[in-house]
């Protein structure tokens, strides 16, 4: 059984253009979160997910950030006309069915994201 | 002041040591999560506990709900125990402490 998988592992952007950060959760999960991890900083709750539904995303900026589940295929991250203050770790994570709030999630190896 | 406060910091320990790392929050939680941080970046969840203790190997985790507290013990440290350990609780959302960087020596 895979576990969480996450690509691009590494992803260079310049200012303005869009990123899109994939995750494909493990087989039989149902629920994914995305975390962010600033240069130097703790990890921050972004958004929480199931199928083709977004459940919580207080944690997301106001602008410029959205996120899916789609029915078929990843959840994807997406970061529309990035800045240099959104270079960070991203991190998904994926529980199996049943509440967030006492389920282990499971965490995918991160997208480094470089803002140039 | 954060809701999850973890301590020390840093901590570097010498190998065969017994290392405790503590967490305190002040919010209301369904549960306390432990994470480990590798050097590459990886992050692997550990424990995941509401109450009394749990154990896994050398590692051992404790939560006190009315004081609010969780200490995570490992027991005859190791080199490769060296990381970073993220204290995190979850109500309806997550919210993580800042991390303690364990550095073990040989």
């Known amino acids: 059984n895979a576990g969480v998988m996450q690509n691009p592992r590494h992803l260079v952007r310049r200012r303005g253009q869009e990123a899109r950060l994939r995750c494909s959760p493990m087989k039989g999960h149902s629920h994914v979160y995305w975390y962010r991890q600033l240069p130097e900083e703790g990890l921050k709750f972004m958004v929480y997910?199931?199928?083709?539904?977004?459940?919580?995303e207080s944690g997301m900026p106001k602008e410029r950030f959205s996120a899916e589940f789609p029915k078929e295929g990843p959840s994807i991250l997406r970061i529309q006309q990035v800045v240099r203050g959104d270079s960070a770790a991203y991190f998904c994570?994926?529980?199996?069915?049943?509440?967030?709030?006492?389920?282990?999630?499971?965490f995918g190896p991160g997208t480094r994201l470089t803002v140039l | 002041k954060n809701e999850v406060e973890q301590s020390p910091q840093n901590l570097t320990a010498q190998e065969g040591e017994f290392i405790t790392i503590n967490c305190s929050y002040s919010?209301?939680?369904?549960?306390l999560h432990w994470l480990q941080q590798h050097p590459g970046g990886g992050i692997v969840s550990l424990f995941m506990l509401s109450s009394g203790k749990k154990k896994h190997g050398r590692l051992i985790a404790t939560i006190n709900i009315q004081e609010k507290h969780s200490s995570l013990h490992i027991t005859a440290s190791h080199p490769r125990d060296s990381a970073v350990y993220i204290c995190a609780v979850s109500l309806n959302d997550m919210r993580f402490g800042a991390g303690t960087r364990l550095t073990v020596k040989p």
């Open positions: 997910l199931q199928k083709e539904n977004i459940i919580d």
């Open positions: 919010v209301g939680i369904s549960a």
């Open positions: 994570a994926s529980s199996p069915q049943g509440a967030y709030r006492t389920d282990t999630q499971y």
